[in-house]
Structure formats: C-alpha cells, structure tokens
C-alpha cells in the first residue's frame, strides 16, 4: 500500500521558517509529479508548488522567491522550505503524487495534511 506521510508543520511567527517533508512509501515503481498544496476551513484545496522528476518546478505567484519546492528521488521525499511566512500563510498543506505502485500505471495519492500556523 502506497503511503505520503507529511512532517515539519507547526507553529511559527511571522518571518519565519519551516520545512515541511513528505516521503512515499510502499512499492514503488516511479513517482512523477510531486507537489504542496494548502487548505483553508471553507476555502479549495490549492496548488503552492509543484516538482517533476527531472526537477522542473511550478509555483503560486504568492509564494514566489519565499517557498522553494525540492526533491529526493533515492528517498521517495519531496519537501518544502517555506521562509518569510505570512500569517496568510497558515492552511493545512497537503503532499501530493503521482506514483507508479505494482504497474506503469501512475496513481495519484495525497498525504493526511500537516498544520502550518503563522502567527502575527
């Protein structure tokens, strides 16, 4: 059974830092796209930032220059380093890939979510 399981949330002051990692785990065949994406009460899921195997990132305009998406490909891991937070930045942020398990078939899975709180 393939697994995305998030670390690093929590608490943090504005001007901060953290970084948050998910690591997939399970049998794996391949993983394309990974990505963050962040969650607020009443609000839609939402797309921060995306990352293909061959390292090719996409970012929301809103954390440009401020949130840099990375990947491990020999630990399954994608993580995000988030710096200059914003209260506006607290959400519930959501791991996401697209994953190969016991064929070439990809699969997207998404990971339980990790609670980021930006204080003012």
């Known amino acids: 059974q393939v697994q995305l399981v998030e670390s690093g949330g929590g608490l943090v002051q504005a001007g901060g830092s953290l970084r948050l990692s998910c690591a997939a785990s399970?049998?794996?065949?391949?993983?394309?796209?990974m990505g963050w994406y962040r969650q607020t009460p009443g609000k839609q899921r939402e797309l921060v930032a995306t990352?293909?195997?061959?390292?090719?990132?996409n970012y929301q305009d809103s954390v440009k220059g401020r949130f840099t998406i990375s990947r491990d490909n020999a630990k399954n891991t994608v993580y995000l380093q988030m710096s200059s937070l914003k209260p506006e930045d607290t959400a519930v942020y959501y791991c996401n890939a697209d994953i190969a398990s016991r064929s070439w078939y990809f699969v997207n899975y998404w990971g339980q979510g990790t609670q980021v709180t930006v204080s003012s």
């Open positions: 990352i293909t195997s061959g390292s090719s990132t």
């Open positions: 399970g049998p794996i065949l391949s993983i394309n796209v």
